[in-house]
């Protein structure tokens, strides 16, 4: 076997050299880098900017209800739909109450139906609620339920007037994009100790005035729309009052408690998964979506600038609190606003704080995981403090 050898020159290519960024070269691709994430986070920061400040009304009808009966309705198996204890649903030309699961895979949940207004077919498309009686369930509730008009500096807003014997009243706040019927499943305690109850609108709600920029101002403006409602009781024969405040409306309370003249006529307050902190609750926001801390305070300083907020006094856990009891309630599982918030704002005031801690509840669902008990302990709590 022979083997041939060429008699070609062998050419020799070199290995080339590796160049190196210069330094100036790294320099502009890191502020580059940085002003991409600088324009990333000022984005999200402003588009949650919006989704504070921006009104939003809107109700989807989002899940399929499938196999009704007069007995049980299957619904997707979502975080809410999940859930234990009573809530709602509601569909275009009807409503339901529904309670305990029967029965539940990875795709679906089978729930009590409790009452309905109207017959409900399979197939139907629905929204789920924690305010229970929508609609016509306003009814069974059985109480005297009348409309008023609120004077504000802005004009005339709808609130729910419910008479009571009693000379103190139960002004009741909603949360941000509630609306009235969020303050039903709250009233039946007040209205069996004979409370006469007034639940107010606030600027933006449905059918009521905007605020002059049509933003949201997380408490910073709403408590003069607060009282005003207490202006109107105080005009119309009460002589104390009990503000009962859930989320936003939390928020609302204790605003009108440090700036309004008329907070010594107060004699105590029921907070429901209170937004005592924004900036915490920002925080919480932004980490539960995996996003760094410092969208929310982006988020934070655009709120700021475009409606003016103030902050630092929406911020209950740096503020004095008076002598006023206040009964508290906060879910465990509250996805909105972290109830380490209201674990603290409670261990700083427990001269004044009845906290209830409830375990499983999420945003102001606490009722929702136990009438019975929620309502004992509201009249229980009120029948002390107010010596009935």
């Known amino acids: 076997m022979s083997t041939f050898i060429s008699n070609m020159p062998v050419r020799v290519v070199a290995p080339r050299k ?15 880098l940085i002003l991409l994430c600088a324009i990333a986070c000022g984005g999200i920061g402003y588009y949650f900017s919006n989704v504070l400040l921006v009104p939003t009304h809107d109700i989807s009808y989002n899940l399929e209800a499938t196999n009704v009966s007069a007995q049980v309705v299957t619904l997707p198996h979502t975080q809410d739909t999940e859930q234990p204890g009573t809530f709602g649903i509601t569909w275009a030309n009807g409503a339901a109450i529904v309670g305990k699961v029967t ?25 789920w609620n924690r305010e229970i009686y929508l609609n016509g369930l306003k009814d ?12 504000t500096s802005l004009g005339e807003m709808p609130a729910w007037y419910v008479p009571g014997k009693l000379d103190t009243w139960g002004i009741l706040v909603h949360g941000r994009g509630d609306t009235l019927d969020s303050s039903l499943r ?12 007034l639940a107010i609108s606030y600027r933006n709600d449905m059918n009521a005035p905007a605020s002059p920029d049509g933003y949201y101002h997380l408490g910073d403006t709403e408590w003069q729309d607060l009282e005003a409602g207490v202006k109107y ?53 932004a980490a539960s979506r995996y996003l760094p801390d410092v969208v ?29 009891p206040i009964l508290l309630f906060h879910g465990t ?20 704080v009845t906290y209830n801690r409830v375990n499983g509840a999420d945003h102001v669902q606490s009722w929702n995981l136990d009438p019975q008990w929620y309502n004992t302990q509201v009249e ?9």
Not at 18 to 32: A, F, G
Not at 146 to 151: C, N, R
Not at 306 to 316: T, W
Request: glycine share 4%; no cysteine.
């Open 18 to 32: 590796r160049r190196l960024l210069s330094p100036q070269r790294i320099l502009v691709t890191l502020l580059s």
């Open 380 to 388: 229980s709590y009120l029948t002390r403090v107010l010596h009935l």
């Open 333 to 352: 599982n509250d996805t909105t606003t972290p109830v380490s918030v209201s674990d603290t704002f409670a261990q700083a005031h427990t001269d004044i």
């Open 186 to 197: 709250f009233m039946q305690p007040l209205a069996k100790l004979g409370i006469p109850m």
């Open 140 to 151: 069974t509730l059985e109480l005297h339920i009348s409309t008023v008009q609120v004077s």
């Open 233 to 285: 009781a105080l005009a119309h024969g009460a002589h104390h009052l009990v503000l009962y405040g859930w989320s936003m409306g939390g928020a609302i309370v204790e605003a009108f408690q440090h700036r309004s003249q008329y907070a010594s006529n107060v004699q105590a307050l029921v907070l429901d998964a209170p937004l005592l902190d924004w900036r915490s609750t920002l925080s919480f926001q």
């Open 103 to 127: 029965n539940e895979n990875q795709d679906t949940v089978t729930r009590q139906l409790l009452q309905t207004t109207a017959p409900l077919a399979s197939h139907t498309m629905v929204s």
């Open 296 to 324: 929310a305070s982006t988020a934070e300083f655009f709120a700021a600038q475009r409606a003016k907020i103030n902050f630092d006094a929406l911020n209950q856990l740096n503020q004095p609190q008076g002598k006023t």
